[in-house]
């Protein structure tokens, strides 16, 4: 059915930078906010960002605010995350995620929340910060 798709993950040093991108078939792109999360060894899956299905609304995880920047090209069906300025506590498995609350009206919601109601989880891909 419908499994987003994520790729662009890799491995590179401290201070890089890598770009995810998410495509998600049989969705209507624009009707679904989406996001990303990642789980280290041995942690629970946090999340990382989320965008609205306008693109008018974001969030970030505290911990890369600043670094990482969530975008959505609705006509190319495709959602990225631009990371820069990586550090070694950002090596984990990246998770693209679809139908999530994340608009303006969520901005109370802790990210376990927006977690629990995640409606299809992509699966994966690795990125991995040496330092």
């Known amino acids: 059915q419908i499994q987003p798709v994520e790729s662009g993950g890799g491995s590179v040093q401290a201070g890089g930078s890598l770009r995810l991108s998410c495509t998600a078939s049989?969705?209507?792109?624009?009707?679904?906010?989406m996001g990303w999360f990642r789980q280290a060894p041995g942690k629970e899956r946090e999340g990382v960002s989320c965008?609205?299905?306008?693109?008018?609304?974001?969030y970030y995880a505290d911990n890369v605010k600043g670094r990482f920047t969530i975008s959505r090209d609705n006509a190319k069906n495709t959602l990225y995350l631009q990371m820069s300025s990586l550090k070694p506590e950002d090596t984990a498995m990246y998770y693209c995620?679809?139908?999530?609350?994340?608009?303006?009206?969520?901005?109370?919601?802790?990210?376990?929340?927006?977690?629990?109601?995640?409606?299809?989880w992509g699966q994966g891909t690795q990125v991995t910060v040496s330092s």
């Open positions: 995620a679809a139908g999530l609350p994340c608009t303006s009206r969520s901005a109370a919601l802790l990210w376990s929340e927006r977690r629990s109601k995640v409606g299809y």
């Open positions: 049989g969705l209507t792109f624009d009707d679904v906010n």
């Open positions: 965008i609205s299905w306008s693109g008018g609304t974001t």
